[in-house]
T-cell receptor, first 114, second 111 residues
Framework: QKEVEQDPGPLSVPEGAIVSLNCTYS??????FMWYRQYSRKGPELLMY????GNKEDGRFTAQVDKSSKYISLFIRDSQPSDSATYLC??????????????FGQGTILTVHP | DVKVTQSSRYLVKRTGEKVFLECVQD?????MFWYRQDPGLGLRLIYF???????EKGDIPEGYSVSREKKERFSLILESASTNQTSMYLC??????????FGPGTRLTVL
């Protein structure tokens, strides 16, 4: 079983739809949770970063963490064609090591069509 | 702005060749990482380095080695390229526990 499982998609939605992207994890020691967005032929870029259970909003994006269920989600409101990309969840253990590695999900390809 | 650059965007090599992938970051980050990205498998960590001349194996180090002689530069070496090393290779750098920045990637094809 992989440490981080992500709904593989692909996901295709009409413009304006609400999108839900999800990851589950098995290691309860993960303390930091991230969502990266990767456009075609580019490297991933950080979209959201959170370390506590609950919701974090940034514009049209909301990151949700449920540590008791070991489940994280990214919601995109009013989705736009420019949101079409691969979305990757990533997690990191807590503790003092500054170089702690990120563990990534498999990625979900999202297409928002006009 | 942090910049992570990789020496090539596309590379085609033959089986058995020695391949060097170079990564340079300009923000004095101590931590640098090499990943490969394959469809359905996400990003998998090959090696990382937390200081000059220091290196640690990631999840899939077999068939790869790395070199970090200067803080800003982290090289990935395929000693004898094989077809199963055809992949997208991504370099990243990070300061402490902060945001990890990625380069644009190198798409390597081994024939």
């Amino acid at each position: 079983q992989k440490e981080v499982e992500q709904d593989p998609g692909p996901l295709s939605v009409p413009e304006g739809a609400i999108v839900s992207l999800n990851c589950t994890y098995s290691n309860s020691a993960f303390q930091y949770f991230m969502w990266y967005r990767q456009y075609s032929r580019k490297g991933p870029e950080l979209l959201m970063y959170t370390y506590s259970s609950g919701n974090k909003e940034d514009g049209r994006f909301t990151a949700q963490v449920d540590k008791s269920s070991k489940y994280i989600s990214l919601f995109i409101r009013d989705s736009q064609p420019s949101d079409s990309a691969t979305y990757l969840c990533a997690m990191k253990l807590g503790g003092g090591t500054s170089y702690g590695k990120l563990t990534f999900g498999q990625g979900t390809i999202l297409t928002v069509h006009p | 702005d942090v910049k992570v650059t990789q020496s090539s965007r596309y590379l085609v090599k033959r089986t058995g060749e020695k391949v060097f992938l170079e990564c340079v970051q300009d923000m004095d980050h101590e931590n640098m990482f090499w990943y490969r990205q394959d469809p359905g498998l996400g990003l998998r960590l090959i090696y990382f380095s937390y200081d000059v001349k220091m290196k640690e194996k990631g999840d899939i180090p077999e068939g790869y080695s790395v070199s970090r002689e200067k803080k800003e530069r982290f090289s990935l070496i395929l000693e004898s390229a094989s077809t199963n090393q055809t992949s997208m290779y991504l370099c990243a750098s990070r300061k402490g526990t902060n945001e990890q920045f990625f380069g644009p990637g190198t798409r390597l094809t081994v024939l």
